[in-house]
C-alpha cells in the first residue's frame, strides 16, 4: 500500500464466496416484470478500507457453520484473506457492520477487541419482538448474534441513528429496508468518494432498475434506499457504489496484486488505490 492522505483511503474488496441461484429467487416477486426466469449468480464480499493511519473492516463474512446450513461455496475462509492482507485480530480494528444478516457477521468472535459500529435499528430488532419470525431469523446466526450482544454489554459496540462519522473521510449511514438499520459506507479515496452499498443495493441492476430484492424489512424504505444511493450519484456526493453481491463488481476495480497471489489470486480488487 502506498501512502495516502489521512482522510484519503484505499478499499479492498474480498471475494470470499459464491453461489448460483436463479433471478426469481433474488427479485421480490419476479414474476410482475413479465420476464424470461434464468440463472444468476451471487458473490459474496468483504471490504477493508485502509490507509496509512488506519484500516478499517466493513462486515465479516460468513461462518463455516453459517455457509454450510445454507450451502453456499467459499472460496476462500476470511480469517486467511485477513491474515493474507496482514490483518490480526490483535490489532483490533474497527468492524462496521451493515447489517446482522449471517454473511455479514461471521468471525466476529475472532476480533474480541475490535470497536463495533452498526445501526441501533438493526440492535433494536434482532434484540426486539419479531426477530424470531421465519420471515427474518433465517437469515441470521444466533450464535453470530450473541457475539454482538456480549460485545454491546461489554461497552464495545458503538451505535448510531442517521450517521456516524467513524474516522476523517468515512461515514456510516443507515438507510434501512432490506433490514431495519441496514447501512451503507461513504470513503474518500484518491478516484472520489465511493460508496459501499452492501445490501442496500445487492446487483447493480437492482439500483439501476429500482428492483427489490427478495428479502426485505421495509419495501418502502428499500426503494426510498435506491432514491438516495441515485441522488448521491447525481449530485456528486459519491462518484462511485460497489454493490454487496453482484458478480460483476470485481470486474469493475483494479485487480489485487501482492499478497492475496496464489489460492486467493482473482478474488481481490481496489478502489481508489494509487494510479
Known amino acids: 500500500m502506498t501512502g495516502s492522505a489521512d482522510d ?5 474488496i474480498v471475494k470470499f464466496g459464491t453461489r448460483q441461484t436463479v433471478r426469481s429467487e433474488v427479485y421480490l416477486n419476479y414474476q410482475l416484470y ?3 426466469d434464468g440463472p444468476i449468480g451471487m458473490d459474496y464480499f468483504m471490504w477493508i478500507i485502509r490507509n496509512e493511519s488506519r484500516t478499517i473492516l466493513v462486515d465479516t463474512g460468513f461462518s463455516a457453520a453459517g455457509g454450510d446450513a445454507r450451502k453456499r461455496t467459499t472460496l476462500v475462509p476470511p480469517m486467511e484473506a485477513y491474515a493474507a492482507l496482514g490483518i490480526l485480530p490483535e490489532s483490533a480494528p474497527p468492524i462496521v457492520i451493515t447489517h446482522a444478516h449471517y454473511d455479514h457477521t461471521g468471525h466476529l468472535s475472532q476480533f474480541p477487541a475490535s470497536e ?7 440492535l433494536d430488532f434482532w434484540s426486539g419482538p419479531q426477530a424470531h419470525q421465519k420471515q427474518f431469523h433465517h437469515s441470521v446466526e444466533d450464535d453470530d448474534l450473541a457475539v454482538l450482544w456480549a460485545a454491546e454489554t461489554a461497552g464495545r459496540v458503538t451505535s448510531f441513528t442517521g450517521s456516524h462519522r467513524l474516522a476523517p473521510g468515512v461515514e456510516v449511514i443507515q438507510v434501512g429496508g432490506h433490514t431495519p ?6 470513503v474518500q479515496t484518491r478516484a472520489g468518494s465511493v460508496l459501499l ?7 447493480y441492476e437492482e439500483l439501476e432498475r429500482e428492483m427489490p430484492f427478495m428479502s426485505v424489512a421495509d419495501l418502502v424504505a428499500m426503494y426510498d434506499s435506491f432514491d438516495t444511493i441515485q441522488g448521491m450519484l447525481a449530485d456528486g456526493t459519491v462518484t462511485t457504489v460497489v454493490s454487496g453481491h453482484d458478480p460483476d463488481t470485481l470486474r469493475r476495480f483494479t485487480p489485487l496484486d501482492g499478497p492475496l497471489d496464489g489460492p486467493l489470486a482473482g478474488l481481490a480488487a481496489v478502489v481508489g488505490g494509487a494510479s
Open 34 to 36: 413479465h420476464e424470461d
Open 8 to 12: 484519503t483511503y484505499e478499499i479492498v
Open 116 to 122: 463495533i459500529v452498526i445501526a441501533r435499528a438493526e
Open 181 to 186: 438499520g441496514q447501512s451503507i459506507v461513504r
Open 197 to 203: 452499498a452492501s445490501d442496500a443495493v445487492h446487483y
